[in-house]
Structures are given as structure tokens and as C-alpha cells.
């Protein structure tokens, strides 16, 4: 079952590069809130073109409080494209990790998440606990 909405943030792609393999590393960055600090993220993801035209996506994402509190994220998911240039939709799932006491429930939780981005490489994504 989905519950609350643990996370929210928007950002734009910082960086695009395509490795030797043929896949496609991107790297982005956001403001938003997890449960309800606001925080800023950094992401670097790699995604995995496969031959239906969806790609497997796997990051690693770094999320700071602005109390200074740190949140390491894992995702996977898959994402196809939507439109022109970086304007795509993914779908997945998350696991956090942090030492910080106040934020300890992390921990514990499953996150599934959409991630929406534009042409211009903007992006918005939510993630909601997994029960």
C-alpha cells in the first residue's frame, strides 16, 4: 500500500554523459523537502537503454537538511521517453539511509517514486512510503 508522501523536490540535470557501453549517466540537482525539512539533493544516475526503447535506471542520491542532516539514497527504476529532447517519465524504488536521530524512520522505510522531467532538462519528483 502507498502512504504519506515522504519526499518532494525539483531540480534540473546538471550534467549528461554517455559512457563507453552505450549507457547514460546523469547527474542532477534540487531543492525540496523529506519528511517536511527542507532539503537539497544531488543525484547521479546511470540508465541502461533497452532494445523496447525503456531505459533501467539506477542512482545513488545524497539529500542535506538545511539542519545540516544527511540522507544517502539507492533508486532503481525504469523511464521512457515522453517527448523532445530530456522530457521523460520514470517510475522505481528507493532505500535511504542516514545516522541522524531525527530522521531514523528513514531507515525503516521503502520509497516508490515518479520522476517527471522537461525538454529543458527540469524535473520534479515525489516519493511516498512504501507500507
Same mark, same amino acid.
Do not use: C, H
Given at each position: 500500500?502507498?502512504?504519506?508522501?515522504? !519526499?518532494?523536490?525539483?531540480?534540473?540535470?546538471?550534467?549528461?554523459?554517455?559512457?563507453?557501453?552505450?549507457?547514460?549517466?546523469? =547527474?542532477?540537482s534540487g531543492m525540496g523537502r523529506i519528511l517536511g525539512?527542507?532539503? =537539497?539533493?544531488?543525484?547521479?544516475?546511470?540508465?541502461?537503454?533497452?532494445?523496447?526503447?525503456?531505459?533501467?535506471?539506477?542512482?545513488?542520491?545524497?539529500?542535506?537538511?538545511?539542519?545540516?542532516?544527511?540522507?544517502?539514497?539507492?533508486? @532503481?527504476?525504469?523511464?521512457?521517453?515522453?517527448?523532445?529532447?530530456?522530457?521523460? =517519465?520514470?517510475?522505481? !524504488? =528507493?532505500?535511504?539511509?542516514? @545516522?541522524?536521530?531525527?530522521? !531514523?524512520?528513514?531507515?525503516?522505510?521503502?520509497?516508490?517514486?515518479?520522476?517527471?522531467?522537461?525538454?529543458?532538462?527540469?524535473?520534479?519528483?515525489?516519493?511516498?512510503?512504501?507500507?
Amino acid at each position: 500500500m502507498i502512504g504519506e508522501l515522504m !519526499a518532494e523536490f525539483k531540480g534540473k540535470a546538471t550534467g549528461i554523459r554517455v559512457l563507453s557501453d552505450g549507457r547514460v549517466e546523469t =547527474s542532477t540537482s534540487g531543492m525540496g523537502r523529506i519528511l517536511g525539512k527542507e532539503a =537539497s539533493i544531488a543525484d547521479t544516475s546511470v540508465g541502461t537503454p533497452m532494445p523496447n526503447g525503456v531505459y533501467m535506471l539506477e542512482g545513488n542520491s545524497m539529500v542535506v537538511t538545511a539542519e545540516g542532516e544527511v540522507v544517502m539514497v539507492k533508486t @532503481s527504476g525504469i523511464g521512457w521517453a515522453t517527448g523532445k529532447g530530456m522530457k521523460q =517519465s520514470y517510475r522505481g !524504488a =528507493s532505500y535511504q539511509m542516514t @545516522s541522524s536521530p531525527n530522521l !531514523a524512520s528513514i531507515n525503516k522505510m521503502v520509497g516508490v517514486w515518479e520522476w517527471e522531467s522537461e525538454e529543458n532538462g527540469e524535473y520534479s519528483l515525489k516519493v511516498w512510503e512504501w507500507k
